[in-house]
C-alpha cells in the first residue's frame, strides 16, 4: 500500500479543485481573426456561429472547408469574450478528472462477422468515453512499405482490405452522421467513419496500428537498415498522414485520407522473435526496435514543423518479461507518448491440455503450476519491470482484455472450480478455439469465482473454464493504475464489448479521482442491495 504525506494530500485535493473548476468554466469566445493563432480547443464566432479549433490554425476562415480545422459546436460550450452578468444557475456538480488515457482497438475487419461498426460504438456512447482509438491494423510489405492492398491472409502476411479501410460505401443507416457514401467519394469505408467520428469528437485522437499478430512478418528485415528505415517510415507518412491512397474502386487519390489519422501505433509482435514462426528476426531487433520508433519520431516531428501540428507515436508491447528482455525500454519510450502493454493473453488454448490458469490477472499467485518466465506473466510484473527498466510511469498504459480465454473438458479439482486443471482442449468460440467475447460470455449461466489474490475472475460449469475481465475486474485494474500513477488504460478491442460498451465506459472510470471512483461505487453497491431487499 502507498502512503503519501499530509502535504502532498492537500496538494493533490487542491489540484483536484482547480482542474475541476477549468473542466467546468466556458472558454471565452472572441470574433475570429485572421491574424490570430489558434490552437487545438480554442473557440472564436464568426458568422454569428460558434466554432473550435481542432488543431493549429492562423489565417483559415471557419467554415471555409469541411475538412478544414474549424468545427462548428454549440454556441453553449463558451462564453462572450465580455460575460457581462454572471448566470443565476448552478451548474451540477462536476465529476473530477485526471487527464489519464483511455484507449481502445478498432478491428479493420470487425464489419464483417461482429457486424461492429464505428456507428456502433456512437450509438452506445462509447465514443465520448474515449481519448484514443487505434485502428487495428496497417499492413508492412515486403517491398518494406506500407501499402493497400485487397487480398485475403492466407499465412503469408500479404493480406489487406483496402475494401473495408477506404472503398466500402456505408448507407445512412450504418453511418456515423446519418449520412450514407456516395459511390464515387473518394473516400468512403472505415477511414470515412473515423473521420466523422472525430468531427463529432474534436478531443479524439486516431492512430493508424501496424502491424499486429498477423502481420509483424516484415518488420525485422526492414528495420534493420537506415535506408530500410527511412523508406518505410517515409511511406507510412505519405499513405496514411498525408493521406495519399491509391486510386481503386473510384476512391482514393492525393489527400484524400488526410485528417483521419493523428499518428501511428506499432504493435511489432515482437523484436527478436516469439511471433509468428515465418517472421523476419534479426540478431540486432533489440537495437533496430528502438531506432525504427526513432525514425518515425524524427519524420514526424518534421512533418509537424511544417504543417503546426502534433503527431503521436505510440508502441503496443509484449508484456512478459521474456519479451520485454529483447528491447531497450529506457531508450524506446523517449520517443513515444506513452506505451500500450498488452497485459492479457498470459495462459490460453494453446496450452491445449492445461492446465487452465489466467489469462489477465493483475497479481501473482503462488499455487499457480507455472515456471520460469511464465511465474512473472502478471499485470502488476509487466508494469515494475518497465518502471524499473527506465519507463516513465505515466507513458504506461496497461491493456485491458474485452474477450475470454477458455478450456473445455475441464477436471474439477479438489475445490471444484476447475482452476488449475487437465483439460481436453481450448473451449470452442465463435469465431475461434479457445476465445470469446465478453459480451457473449457475459451472458452465460456458469458459476463465477474470483481470486482474491491474482485479482481475476473466471468461470466454471463441470466443462468449460473460462477467464475474463468483467466491471468488477476493470474496476480493480483501475485502482492499481491510479495507486501506480500510470498514464492509463486501453482495451482489445471495442467489438468485444456489450452493445452498451459496459467495459468500455467502466474503463472511462479510470479518469474520475480515487476519492470519486470511491464515492460512486460505494453508492452502486448501496444501490444493489436496496434492490436485493426488496426482492
Known amino acids: 500500500m ?37 490552437n487545438a480547443g480554442d473557440y472564436a464566432t464568426f458568422s454569428g456561429k460558434t466554432w473550435r479549433a481542432s488543431w493549429w490554425t492562423q489565417g483559415e476562415q471557419p467554415g471555409s472547408s469541411q475538412w478544414g480545422a474549424w468545427q462548428e459546436r454549440p454556441a453553449s460550450e463558451c462564453s462572450p469574450a465580455d460575460p457581462g452578468q454572471p448566470s443565476s444557475g448552478v451548474p451540477p456538480e462536476p465529476t473530477p478528472t485526471v487527464g489519464r488515457n483511455v484507449g481502445s482497438y478498432f478491428t479493420q475487419w ?68 446519418g449520412k450514407g457514401d456516395n459511390w464515387n467519394d473518394p473516400l468512403r469505408g472505415n477511414f470515412n467513419q473515423l473521420r466523422k467520428l472525430k468531427l463529432a469528437n474534436p478531443q479524439l485522437k486516431v492512430l493508424i496500428s501496424l502491424g499486429g499478430w498477423t502481420w509483424s512478418k516484415n518488420f525485422g528485415q526492414f528495420a534493420a537498415t537506415d535506408a530500410a528505415r527511412k523508406t518505410l517510415v517515409s511511406s507510412c507518412i505519405d499513405l496514411y498522414i498525408k493521406g495519399n491512397l491509391p486510386k481503386d474502386q473510384d476512391a482514393g487519390g492525393a489527400g484524400a485520407a488526410l485528417g483521419v489519422f493523428d499518428g501511428f ?63 531497450e525500454p529506457a531508450k ?8 500500450n502493454v498488452m497485459t492479457y493473453d498470459f495462459h490460453g488454448g494453446w496450452e491445449a491440455k492445461g492446465p487452465t490458469n ?116 476493470i474496476r480493480g485494474k483501475l485502482d492499481y493504475v491510479r495507486s501506480q500513477q500510470l498514464g492509463g488504460v486501453f482495451s482489445w478491442s471495442l467489438d468485444g464489448d456489450d452493445a452498451q460498451a459496459t467495459l468500455l465506459k467502466t474503463s472511462a472510470e479510470v479518469r474520475q479521482d480515487a476519492a470519486t471512483a470511491a464515492k460512486r461505487r460505494a453508492a452502486a453497491a448501496a444501490a444493489a442491495k436496496a434492490k436485493a431487499v426488496k426482492k
Open 265 to 327: 501505433d506499432i504493435d511489432w509482435e515482437y523484436p527478436g522473435g516469439g511471433g509468428l514462426p515465418t517472421n523476419s528476426v534479426d540478431p540486432n531487433d533489440r537495437q533496430n526496435f528502438t531506432l525504427l520508433l526513432a525514425e518515425f519520431r524524427n519524420q514526424l516531428n518534421a512533418l509537424s514543423t511544417q504543417n503546426k501540428r502534433r503527431y503521436y507515436l505510440t508502441a503496443a508491447i509484449g508484456s512478459g518479461v521474456d519479451k520485454i528482455r529483447n528491447t
Open 2 to 38: 502507498l502512503h503519501f504525506p499530509l502535504s502532498r494530500t492537500l496538494l493533490a485535493i487542491g489540484a483536484a479543485f482547480a482542474l475541476t473548476q477549468a473542466v467546468w468554466a466556458a472558454p471565452s469566445c472572441s470574433p475570429w481573426s485572421s491574424s490570430q493563432v489558434y
Open 332 to 339: 524506446y519510450s523517449a520517443y513515444l507518448d506513452w506505451l
Open 358 to 473: 489466467f489469462q489477465s490477472n493483475l497479481y501473482r499467485d503462488p499455487a499457480a503450476p507455472v515456471t520460469g518466465d511464465q511465474v512473472y506473466y502478471t499485470v502488476d510484473d509487466a508494469v515494475q519491470t518497465l518502471v524499473t527498466a527506465g519507463v516513465p510511469r505515466a507513458k504506461i498504459n496497461v491493456g485491458l482484455p474485452f474477450y475470454g480465454r477458455g478450456w473445455a473438458g475441464v477436471a474439477a479439482g479438489a475445490k471444484g472450480d476447475g482452476l488449475y486443471q487437465v483439460a481436453t482442449g481450448p473451449a470452442k468460440g465463435t469465431y475461434e478455439q479457445g476465445i470469446e467475447d465478453y459480451r457473449v460470455l457475459v451472458n452465460r449461466s456458469a458459476k463465477q469465482f474470483v481470486s482474491p489474490v491474482a485479482k481475476q475472475l473466471w468461470t466454471y460449469d463441470g466443462n468449460e473454464f473460462w477467464s475474463y475481465d468483467d466491471p468488477a475486474t
Open 110 to 177: 470487425g464489419i464483417y462477422d461482429r457486424n461492429y461498426k464505428v456507428f456502433n460504438l456512437v450509438k452506445a456512447g462509447g465514443d465520448k468515453q474515449l481519448t484514443f482509438l487505434n485502428y487495428a491494423f496497417g499492413n508492412v510489405y515486403a517491398n518494406g512499405q506500407c501499402g493497400m492492398v485487397t487480398r485475403a491472409e492466407n499465412g503469408n502476411g500479404d493480406g489487406g482490405d483496402a475494401w473495408a479501410d477506404y472503398q466500402r460505401a456505408f448507407a445512412a443507416n450504418e453511418s456515423v452522421d
